[in-house]
């Protein structure tokens, strides 16, 4: 494996290590305030560091990461524990997959009663 640089832009990381499915997401991410470095909001073009710590903001589950070190490219999934740590508590997962529900479940007062499809999509849910 080539030796990797010691620092390169957040944008660029983000993508790498594929936490964002683009780079352009990663740079409007960036750009909207979604990622923190070392508790600092941080612009596309900011450089990260191994060691440093990157909250990024994914719809509802914020993800703390450690950079362990910077590809060359994007990398295979196998290889992304190479590059950095994921910290994120497991019950950020949990609270995002019950907020999840909670959104499936909602329904506008007065819509009535659930329609067959949406009974079937709820036990579909519920494992019924």
Not at 6 to 15: C, E, G
Not at 46 to 53: C, L, S, Y
Request: overall charge positive; hydrophobic content about 40%.
């Amino acid at each position: 494996m080539a030796e990797s640089p010691l620092a390169d832009r957040i944008d660029k990381w983000l993508w790498a290590v594929r936490v964002f499915r683009t780079r352009s997401l990663a740079t409007d991410a960036c750009r909207a305030g979604s990622v923190t470095v070392n508790g600092q909001p941080a612009k596309p073009a900011r450089a990260v560091h191994p060691g440093d710590r990157v909250v990024a903001r994914l719809g509802l589950i914020h993800r703390t990461l450690e950079v362990r070190g910077v590809p060359r490219a994007r990398v295979g999934a196998a290889l992304v524990g190479a590059y950095c740590a994921d910290h994120t508590p497991p019950a950020e997962y949990e609270q995002a997959r019950a907020r999840r529900v909670e959104q499936f479940l909602a329904r506008a007062k007065g819509s009535g009663r659930p329609t067959k499809r949406d009974r079937r999509r709820l036990d579909r849910l519920f494992g019924g």
